[in-house]
C-alpha cells in the first residue's frame, strides 16, 4: 500500500497527488512513468512521473479526470492509501549538452513538461517555454513553469488569459525571431505534436516528442503501447516514452487512440453511477 501524501486540485479536470514511494523516488528521473492501481481489483494505469524528492522519498503525479480509474483515484484524499505503485519505468529523457531549447506543453501534457524544463533549467540551458490550454479556468503549473523558465509564454484558445492562440503560433513567432534552439520537446494532445513536429520540420530543428498511448503491463510484452517510428515498430514503454517527433506516425497513433473511446466512455458512466449509489 501508498500513502498519499498530499493532494491539489490544479483545474477542475486536473489534480496532483504526492505519493510515498521510497524505492521509485530513488530512480526516477523527468521522462519515466509508473504503473498504478487505486484498489485491489482495478485496472493498472501509466502515469507519468511530474516531479520527485529523493530526501522524502515520494514521487508526484499529475492525471486528468477521463475515465473510471482516474475518477475512482481523485476520490482518494490525503492521508489514504491505493494498491500499488511501480516504477520507475520507461527511458529517461537526455537533456545533457544543449544550450536552448524550447519546452512546449499543452494541457494537461503540461505535468509531463514540466519536470523535463526543471532538469534543463538545473543544467544550466537557456529555457524557452509554451504552454497552451483552452481556456484561463484549465491552466496548470504556471509558476512552477516561470520559476525554471528564462521566458514563459501561455496561450489559450480563447484569448481568456496570455495570449489567443495556439502554441505553433507563439513557436513560430520565436523561431522567426530569430531564436536558435538545439531541440524543441513536445508534449501534449497526438495533434497538438503532430503540428508542432510539422513546424520544427520547417525549419530543420530536432523535435522530440513523448508518446504516451494505451499501456497494460508496462514492459513490452503485451505489445498494447506499439506506434510506428521511422516505419519501424516500437513499443512507447521500453524504447520511449521519447521519440524523434519527425519519425512518428501520428496519424496511425491517433486512429488507434480512438479506438476505446466508447468502452471508456462506459466505463465512467457506469463507475459514476455506482459512486451515485453508494
Same mark, same amino acid.
Given at each position: ?27 526516477? &528521473? ?7 492501481? *487505486?484498489?485491489?481489483?482495478? /485496472? ?29 483515484? @481523485? ?20 537533456? &545533457? ?5 524550447a519546452v512546449v506543453g499543452g494541457g494537461v501534457g503540461c505535468a509531463i513538461a514540466f519536470p523535463l524544463a526543471k532538469k534543463l533549467y538545473r543544467l544550466g540551458t537557456e529555457v524557452h517555454t509554451i504552454t497552451g490550454f483552452r481556456n484561463k479556468e484549465l491552466v496548470i503549473l504556471e509558476q512552477e513553469f516561470a520559476d525554471v523558465s528564462h521566458k514563459l509564454r501561455i496561450m489559450t484558445d480563447d484569448g481568456s ?17 530569430? /531564436?536558435?534552439?538545439? /531541440? ?27 508518446? @504516451?498511448?494505451?499501456? *497494460? ?41 480512438? /479506438?476505446?473511446? &466508447? ?16
Open positions: 500500500m501508498f500513502e498519499i501524501l498530499s493532494k491539489r486540485i490544479l483545474n477542475p479536470t486536473v489534480t496532483l497527488m504526492e505519493i510515498s514511494a521510497p524505492l521509485a523516488a530513488k530512480k526516477a &528521473e523527468p521522462g519515466q512513468f509508473v504503473i498504478l492501481r *487505486v484498489n485491489e481489483n482495478g /485496472e493498472r494505469i501509466p502515469l507519468t512521473v511530474a516531479d520527485f524528492d529523493r530526501q522524502r522519498g515520494s514521487v508526484t503525479i499529475i492525471f486528468q479526470i477521463v475515465g473510471a480509474t482516474t475518477s475512482q483515484l @481523485n476520490r482518494k484524499n490525503a492521508g489514504e492509501f491505493i494498491e500499488d505503485f511501480a516504477g520507475p519505468l520507461g527511458t529517461p529523457s537526455r537533456l &545533457e549538452g544543449m544550450s536552448k531549447v488569459y496570455g495570449e489567443k492562440g495556439l502554441v505553433t503560433d507563439a513557436l513560430r513567432t520565436l523561431i522567426e525571431s530569430g /531564436e536558435k534552439y538545439d /531541440e524543441v520537446i513536445a508534449i501534449g494532445p497526438l495533434i497538438m505534436m503532430k503540428f508542432v513536429a510539422a513546424l520544427t520540420r520547417e525549419f530543420g530543428i530536432k523535435t522530440t516528442v513523448s508518446m @504516451n498511448p494505451i499501456m *497494460v503491463d508496462g514492459t513490452g510484452m503485451c505489445g498494447c503501447c506499439r506506434l510506428t517510428v521511422g516505419g519501424k515498430t516500437r513499443f512507447a514503454c521500453v524504447d520511449g516514452p521519447d521519440f524523434d517527433g519527425h519519425s512518428v506516425d501520428f496519424d496511425e497513433a491517433l486512429s488507434r487512440l480512438g /479506438e476505446y473511446k &466508447e468502452f471508456e466512455n462506459k466505463q465512467r458512466e457506469a463507475d459514476c453511477n455506482l459512486y451515485k449509489g453508494v
